[in-house]
């Protein structure tokens, strides 16, 4: 199977697909209750579902709350088998795998950069 290159020039990321993503608005919720506006690009098939959803959440100057924040959200139902933390210049990231309970595994990356948090998640079914 040959995957398309998906461009999105608003959310300024490029990403491969195999095939056309559904697109929708959405809202992200923080585990402190605030919501935020997002769009969630996706493609679900027999062997598993592509994910990345780009939410405006606003940095506090911190670290990195709103990637640690996403990345609690991810393993609440899961076992991290793999977390692996990046820097680079000043875009703070996670990369993980995670099994998760109905016997699946998913592997993910959290970013936080421009006020921009992006969850990329390839999950197995």
Aim: hydrophobic share 30%; net charge negative.
């Amino acid at each position: 199977m040959d995957w398309k290159e998906f461009e999105s020039p608003d959310h300024s990321f490029t990403v491969h697909f195999p095939v056309d993503p559904k697109i929708e608005a959405t809202a992200y919720q923080t585990s402190d209750g605030r919501s935020f506006g997002a769009h969630t690009y996706s493609v679900a098939q027999e062997t598993g579902t592509f994910t990345i959803t780009i939410a405006e959440v606003p940095g506090d100057g911190e670290k990195s709350p709103p990637v640690d924040d996403a990345v609690n959200k991810l393993i609440q139902d899961g076992i991290v088998k793999f977390d692996i933390q990046h820097r680079i210049r000043s875009v703070y990231w996670r990369q993980l795998g995670i099994a998760v309970t109905n016997g699946g595994y998913s592997y993910v990356a959290v970013f936080h950069h421009n006020d921009r948090l992006s969850r990329d998640n390839q999950g197995e079914n």
